[in-house]
């Protein structure tokens, strides 16, 4: 049974940084590929990121582009959110997703992923 553990969130300033991990278990960590949605209270569940199997391919939704970094250490089944630059309405809880059926493409529909985390809280303060 995959397992995903978000750590790392709490509160912050607006121009702040926070790196959020999420830890995986199991399962083949290296089987799947990973992505961070968020939501904001009284909006909808958003996708940020993505990474594949080896890491060598990230995405980013365009609210966080060049200021967040996804990353993977598939040594330690552990994926990462690096945080810079954060502003208030980056405030949401942040959600680890795992995708053990993907083929090809950015998935970007929560759909697309097999297995969610229950989430980091993230603040940010103006």
């Known amino acids: 049974q995959v397992r995903l553990v978000e750590s790392g969130g709490g509160l912050v300033q607006a121009g702040g940084s926070l790196r959020l991990s999420c830890l995986f278990s199991g399962g083949t960590f290296s089987r799947y590929v990973m992505g961070w949605f968020r939501q904001a209270p009284g909006k909808k569940r958003e996708w940020i990121s993505f990474i594949n199997r080896s890491g060598s391919i990230t995405n980013y939704a365009d609210s966080v582009n060049g200021r967040f970094t996804i990353a993977r250490d598939n040594a330690k089944n552990t994926v990462y959110l690096q945080m810079n630059g954060l502003k208030p309405e980056d405030t949401a809880l942040y959600y680890c997703?795992?995708?053990?059926?993907?083929?090809?493409?950015?998935?970007?529909?929560?759909?697309?992923?097999?297995?969610w985390g229950s989430g980091t809280q993230v603040t940010v303060s103006s």
């Open positions: 997703t795992a995708d053990g059926q993907y083929i090809a493409g950015v998935p970007t529909a929560e759909l697309q992923y097999d297995h």
